[in-house]
C-alpha cells in the first residue's frame, strides 16, 4: 500500500461528520469519497470538506481503485451488506458499531477480512483511554486486591431520537445491547478477561409498545464476580450521565461520563502500596482520609490486611467529553493506519474485538425477559 490512504465515508450523518474531521487530521490520510442516500447529509459533509468526491453508487465507490479503506456510518441493519461488499472489493473497513446485527454475519466478516489479508475493525474506541489502561494496570498489579463487583449506569438522553428514528426500531438498530452495549462489554472484557452473562431484562415504555428503552444485564467475569449493565435512554441531553464503578478488596474505583473523562478512587493500605496510585495517575489530586500512626488490621472475605492510610484520589476534569473522544478517535485510527504499513504492529483493537463484544451482546438479547 502506498504511504497515503485514500479513505471513503460511507453514511454521512452528524457522527460521521465528526468522526472524519479526526481522520483527515492524521498524516497519510486523504478523503477520497463520500457515499449516502441523504443528499442533505452528503451537502453538509462537502460543506465541511470541499472537493470531495460524491459517489450516488455504492458498488462505483467500492469499484475506484483510489478509495484503499471506508469507513461505514451508517445505520447498524446495513453494517454487514456494506462491509461484506466492501471487502469483497478488496478495501479495508472500520465500520461502526455493532459489526452486524446477528453474530454469525460478524463472524463471516471478520473470516473474509483475514483470508483476504484485509483490514476489519469496528470502533471500539474506549480501549484507547489512557484511563482505560491506568486502570488495566491496577487490576492486573492487584493493587487494590481482588475485583468483586462492578457496575456501568448509562442515564442517556434520548431527546434526540424521536419516536420515528431507526434507533427505536430494533431490526435496525438491534436494541440497546447491540447498538450501544457493545462499547461497555469491550470495556470490561480488556479489564476482567470473558464474561459470562447470566441474566438480562428489556423494559418498554410505558405508552409506546415495542419501544424498548431499558436494557440491563448482569455479567460475572472471573467465575465469581458480577457486573451490572443499566442502559436507559430517557433522559433529556442537559440530564445525560453515565457513572462506572469497581469495587475491590481494599478500595473502589469510579469513573465518570460514557467515555470515561473523570476518575475517582477511594482506597485504603499501606502507605507503600498506595504509592503505586501515586505513579498511575501522577497529575491526580490525592487526598489523606485518615492516617494512623501503627499499622492497622482489617478482615474481609476472611483474610487479613495491614493498613495505614486511607485515600481520596481524583484526576479532576481537565477535558470535554468531545475532546476525549476526539483523541481517542484519533488514536484508533493512528494505530490502525500503522498496522495497514506493518502487519506486526499490535493493536489495541481488531475483529476479534468486535466480534467477541457482539457475542456478549447477542447474549444478552437472548436472556432478555421482556417487562
Not at 505513579?279 to 483474610?303: E, S
Request: hydrophobic share 45%; aromatic share 10%; net charge negative.
Amino acid at each position: 500500500m502506498s504511504a497515503e490512504v485514500g479513505f471513503a465515508v460511507i453514511g454521512a450523518g452528524n457522527f460521521a461528520r465528526f468522526a472524519v474531521a479526526q481522520f483527515v487530521r492524521r498524516k497519510g490520510a486523504r478523503l477520497a469519497g463520500v457515499h449516502d442516500t441523504d443528499a442533505a447529509a452528503v451537502a453538509r459533509l462537502q460543506q465541511a470538506h470541499p472537493g470531495v468526491m460524491v459517489f450516488d453508487d455504492l458498488p462505483r465507490l467500492l469499484a475506484d481503485p483510489a478509495i484503499d479503506l471506508v469507513y461505514i456510518a451508517s445505520p447498524p441493519f446495513r453494517h454487514y451488506e456494506q462491509s461484506l461488499a466492501a471487502l469483497r472489493a478488496g478495501k479495508h473497513v472500520i465500520c461502526e458499531k455493532p459489526a452486524a446485527l446477528e453474530l454469525r454475519h460478524a463472524q463471516e466478516l471478520a473470516r473474509l477480512a483475514e483470508e483476504k489479508h484485509l483490514l476489519f475493525v469496528v470502533n471500539l474506541m474506549q480501549r484507547y483511554n489512557p484511563l482505560y489502561a491506568a486502570v488495566k494496570t491496577l487490576i492486573d498489579s492487584a493493587l487494590l486486591g481482588e475485583f468483586l463487583h462492578g457496575f456501568f449506569e448509562n442515564y442517556a438522553s434520548d431527546e434526540f431520537l424521536p419516536p420515528g428514528h431507526w434507533f427505536w426500531d430494533e431490526a435496525k438498530s438491534g436494541g440497546i445491547f447491540m447498538e450501544h452495549g457493545v462499547h461497555f462489554f469491550d470495556l470490561f472484557a480488556g479489564w476482567l478477561g470473558d464474561g459470562k452473562v447470566v441474566a438480562a431484562q428489556k423494559i418498554a415504555r410505558p405508552g409506546f409498545p415495542g419501544v424498548w428503552d431499558i436494557a440491563q444485564c448482569s455479567v460475572i467475569y472471573a467465575g465469581h464476580a458480577p457486573v451490572h449493565f443499566y442502559h436507559a435512554f430517557n433522559q433529556p441531553k442537559i440530564l445525560d450521565r453515565q457513572e462506572l464503578r469497581l469495587q475491590f478488596e481494599r478500595g473502589a474505583i469510579t469513573l465518570h461520563e460514557w467515555v470515561p473523562t473523570r476518575l475517582v478512587i477511594h482506597a485504603v493500605g499501606a502507605a507503600d502500596q498506595l504509592e503505586g496510585l501515586s505513579a498511575l495517575f501522577p497529575q491526580a489530586n490525592i487526598t489523606p482520609v485518615q492516617t494512623w500512626d501503627a499499622l492497622q488490621t482489617a478482615q474481609g472475605r476472611f483474610k487479613s490486611f495491614g493498613f495505614n492510610r486511607m485515600i481520596s484520589l481524583d484526576t479532576g476534569e481537565p477535558r470535554t467529553k468531545t475532546d476525549v473522544y476526539e483523541t481517542l478517535l484519533g488514536a484508533m485510527f493512528d494505530e490502525q493506519l500503522r498496522w495497514l504499513e506493518n502487519r506486526s504492529v499490535s493493536r489495541t483493537i481488531d475483529a476479534a474485538n468486535a466480534v467477541n463484544s457482539l457475542a456478549v451482546a447477542a447474549h444478552s438479547e437472548r436472556m432478555a425477559v421482556h417487562l
